[in-house]
């Protein structure tokens, strides 16, 4: 059985390892800023292709380093003054090695980079699956978050949540939001990669379903097409998606640490959509499995096109 299950993860790894390398064009090739070829006098000018960080073979701190650096440095989305929502997975009672929160060693050094950019505040929090105080203390997020700096917030206050319309929603018109979502100047969404029974996969946009008060209403409603609508009303202002050990089967929770194989990743980009293609197509499923990815792309939230996007893949060792 185990020589079984190691040679599934290990095909599994061998897949994810092409599918990253296939994502698009390196960095060294991709335009440089400034050097775009100019518009054709009287024609509109074609749109800026979006950004995909996908680094990969580092720890996880130097990992997001290095893809805030290509992204031009967490100068380029938080400025003094200003209040930031970090909002990571916190939703499961399970230690980091599980694979089924954000590790808490990514979201203590965005909390360390938001507050040296000269942020107000940094707040951190989930509407947990479990109990809260047992996600947050076994996750090790809650500690890394506060010794960091951030003010870390309880997501099963109620009184927390407001009643808001969703007016782009197709089946989601309307949801109680956590205040954080609304009120932050900064929205840094912080998901990790990995597999669920319901929608096939959770990242940047499956993330989201932890800023409304009743979870439940996406599974009664429509899981995939509310996933997507969420977005209509706040999209993050970045996403930064731990693919580090990601769960690849058993998701969302997870049984054991056998359900996780090492990648060694780390994506990033501001359009949502477009990050969560890259890391379907790292877990070995096409956009048209998880549809949510589409119904989002189709309501013209982000791009779902890879090779159309300005892809920049870095190796660290």
Known sequence: MNNRRNFIKAGIAIGATASLLNLGKLSAESTAPGTETPATPGSTPAAPRPILVAVRDGDRVAMLDKALETLGGIGAFVKPGQTVLIKPNIGWDATPERGANTHPAIVARLVELCLGAGAKSVSVFDNTCHPWQRCYENSGIAKAARDAGARVVNGKDESLYRPTAIPGGVKLKSAKVHELVLDSDVFINV???????????????????????????YHNVDLQQTIADFL?????????????HPMVRNGPQGKSVEDCVEMRRLLASTDPVLVDAAAAKLLGYTTDKVT?????????????????????????S
């Open 292 to 316: 949510h990815i589409k119904l989002a792309a189709d309501l013209k939230l982000g791009s779902l096109d890879i090779s159309a996007a300005d892809v920049r893949s870095i190796k660290l």
């Open 232 to 244: 209509t009303l706040r999209k993050p202002d970045l996403n930064i998606v731990d693919a580090y």
């Open 191 to 217: 998901p990790v990669l990995k597999h669920h029974g319901g929608a096939l996969m959770t990242c940047a946009m499956k993330n989201l379903m932890g800023c409304i008060w009743d979870r439940g209403v």
